[in-house]
């Protein structure tokens, strides 16, 4: 029985997460001392960590299984043994019982479920985290899918988007992870985008707009849907159904050309991100159904991201700009997107991007022609991580989508060639009549034949290079740093009242009989103590390195 009480769930994510904080500060701790032969016992603890958020996901339901889902697409983020765990996440979750699910339907759709429906299958045919979908018959003859959120699931999941706001206290008081991320922004990006995600008449105007931006391309399509039989909790949406995306012989089996159906889902994205600004932000396997001739359904359009025209704008000036090789054209554009880091040495960055794309032109057609999606994007990753670049918020979702879809992708087609599925956008998206192919070829052929041209930017990059001059890093300004300090003593009452607080709390419950929630206190309280004492222990090593930088 899954439980609602706030304490019990708060309590239970506090523990897995300030349990993992302790193990990886002890894994750091180990790591100082014995050097990196201590490596070897990352996978494991990985994989024991992995097991005990799935455990805990499934007991506490809700929330957890969303996060846990979401991030077992992750391969750019969490450690193989990670994904693994939590990939085994998207078929457990425990179903509600079809009587549950009728009161649901019956209470929004205000008729007993045996009038409204010809026929209901008691049987679910997917169970997952906020909903359940069950298939049915029209009164009309319609046989339909009926998606229905799980009863209380909106309480639940405000409880643990509360507890995961802890989390992300804790992470930022006891971590120095903050400078890879804006903890808060994603915080605030993810809560937004899951109470969309609990209110099926959004998924519906969603799934309406998706249709319309798609109502020219025969290969793109989604269900129709009922609005008659729709509300907050229930959306009945047309029976659908295809082939797995990810079912390589079966399609191959059907006639179907897996690479076909992976230019079709690229090309659909390309769409969605360049063109509509809009797009399906969960393209896991189980959301896209492939047609007999190789057209796509999308179902499940709980989560869309948007692409503004600003936005759009710059997408566009950064295509021209990489198609130019003009560094700083791309480094604007960039900015613009909001993926450069405020403080960031521009002058620096460009040169770093000059570089890049001095790489880009040297490479041949026939090369840059073979570039997988994948490649790709662990190599953006990496110069992304090297550099003073910043995910912007809005940018998690599509970084997402990006990574499944490349996953989707080159499973079905693994030599595709993404040149030949972006070129007609490069023509649409810049408004220019010019191909983009050719554009590369005249760049490439005069590479080769005219010797390795170098421009300005590039040859005193390659000069500052060979001076070790070309360093791009984050500059805090001191401003920054004063702000910090007067943050120190309002941080200091803070801790007092919660560890006070906390001790009280245990000792009331202790005495009214509530030994197991007093114990469950005691042990935040042992690891806020912890945790204080980490902080002062890091504030005096932030005021001894000031002091020692201030006297110099
Ligand atoms: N219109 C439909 N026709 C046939 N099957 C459907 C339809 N809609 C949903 N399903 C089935 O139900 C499953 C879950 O649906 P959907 O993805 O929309 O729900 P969800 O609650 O958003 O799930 P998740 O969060 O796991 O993506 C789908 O993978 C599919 O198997």
Redesign the pocket.
């Known amino acids: 029985m899954i439980t609602h009480s706030k304490i019990r769930r708060t309590g239970a994510v506090f523990k897995l997460f300030a349990g993992f904080l302790i193990e990886i500060a002890w894994y750091n701790l180990l790591r100082r001392i014995y050097g990196p032969k201590i490596e070897a016992r990352l996978p494991e603890l990985y994989r024991n960590q992995a097991i005990r958020f799935r455990e805990t996901a499934l007991v506490l339901q809700g929330l957890m299984i969303?996060v846990g889902?979401f991030f077992s697409t992750r391969i750019d983020v969490l450690p193989v043994e990670y994904i693994t765990e939590l990939a085994l996440l998207?078929d457990q979750v425990p179903p509600v019982s079809s009587a549950k699910i009728k009161e649901v339907i019956e209470l929004e759709l205000g008729g007993k479920v045996e009038e409204l429906f010809a026929q209901f299958d008691d049987n679910h045919?997917?169970a997952?985290?906020?909903?359940q979908?069950h298939q049915a018959v029209l009164l009309s003859g319609e046989v339909v899918?009926v998606?229905v959120l799980r009863p209380s699931i909106e309480k639940i999941i405000e409880i643990d988007l509360t507890a995961f706001r802890t989390v992300i206290w804790m992470v930022k008081v006891f971590t120095k992870w903050e400078q890879y991320a804006d903890f808060d922004a994603i915080y605030a990006e993810f809560s937004a985008t899951i109470r969309e995600?609990l209110d099926y008449r959004q998924e519906l105007a969603n799934l309406e707009r998706f249709r319309r931006n798609f109502q020219d391309d025969p290969m793109i399509s989604v269900?129709a849907v009922y609005p008659k039989y729709s509300r907050q909790r229930v959306l009945t949406?047309?029976?659908?159904?295809g082939y797995k995306v990810t079912d390589r012989a079966g399609l191959l089996a059907a006639g179907i050309s897996p690479k076909n159906v992976a230019g079709n889902v690229v090309d659909s994205y390309l769409k969605q991100a360049l063109i509509h600004g809009f797009y399906h932000a969960?393209p896991?396997p189980?959301?896209l159904f492939v047609r007999p001739d190789g057209g796509i359904i999308f179902?499940?359009f709980?989560m869309v991201g948007r692409i503004t025209d600003h936005n759009k704008k710059a997408v566009r000036k950064l295509i021209g700009g990489v198609i130019n090789s003009n560094a700083e054209e791309v480094s604007h554009a960039l900015q613009e997107l909001g993926f450069i880091k405020p403080a960031a040495n521009l002058l620096s960055l460009q040169k770093a991007i000059s570089l890049l794309l001095a790489g880009l032109q040297d490479m041949q057609l026939e090369e840059l022609g073979k570039l997988k999606i994948d490649g790709l994007l662990e190599e953006l990753r990496e110069f992304i991580y090297s550099q003073p670049f910043q995910i912007p918020v809005h940018y998690t979702f599509l970084g997402r989508a990006v990574g499944t879809l490349s996953g989707i992708a080159t499973g079905l087609d693994p030599n595709m060639n993404i040149l030949a599925v972006i070129k007609p956008y490069a023509k649409q998206v810049l408004g220019q009549e010019f191909s983009l192919l050719q554009l590369v070829w005249q760049k490439t052929k005069k590479v080769v034949l005219a010797g390795v041209e170098v421009p300005p930017l590039l040859e005193q990059t390659l000069r500052d290079l060979r001076a070790g001059d070309v360093q791009v890093k984050v500059e805090m300004g001191p401003v920054l740093r004063q702000l910090r300090f007067q943050e120190t003593l309002a941080n200091r009452l803070v801790w007092t009242i919660l560890l006070t607080g906390t001790g009280i709390g245990a000792a009331v419950l202790w005495s009214s009989g509530h030994k197991d929630i007093a114990v469950l206190l005691l042990y935040i309280m042992g690891v806020l103590a912890l945790l204080l004492v980490n902080n002062l222990r890091k504030r005096a090593e932030r005021v001894l390195h000031w002091h020692r930088h201030s006297r110099r």
């Open positions: 969303k889902q998207q045919i997917a997952a985290s906020f909903g979908v899918a998606k995600e269900p949406l047309e029976f659908v159904s969960d896991h189980g959301n179902i499940d709980g």
